[in-house]
């Protein structure tokens, strides 16, 4: 029966030190285009949906990892991501129509 506790304590312990959160994002838009047709312009809108921000080196910036060390200082631990302050500052500054973004905790 100590054995079992034994390894049950390491167990616990390894899961906690090596345990990371991860957050992915996405965001979508609307496209307004004008097409030209034989009876006059026509406004066309294209959805764009399930896209990434990319990083000032062209990188992609999907999706955020922090391990337990980094996130426990924080009394919520949804706090220590930056990635969605990357997606809201792009919604604050873009001039894309109806730009929209969704993160979740992975």
């Not at 167990?11 to 906690?16: A, K, R, Y």
């Not at 991860?22 to 965001?27: H, Q």
């Not at 997606?87 to 992975?106: A, G």
């Amino acid at each position: 029966m100590s054995r079992l506790l034994v390894f049950a304590l390491f167990g616990v312990l390894f899961i906690n030190i090596s345990c990371e959160r991860c957050k992915s994002c996405r965001y979508g838009y609307t496209e307004t285009i004008i097409v030209e047709t034989p009876d006059g312009e026509v406004e066309q809108k294209i959805q764009r949906e399930n896209l990434i921000l990319l990083n000032e080196d062209g990188s992609e910036n999907g999706q955020e990892c922090i391990k337990r060390s980094e996130y426990k200082a924080y009394d919520d631990p949804n706090d220590a991501f930056t990635i969605e302050n990357d997606y809201l500052i792009e919604q604050e500054t873009t001039l894309l129509d109806s730009f929209r973004y969704e993160c979740v905790d992975n």
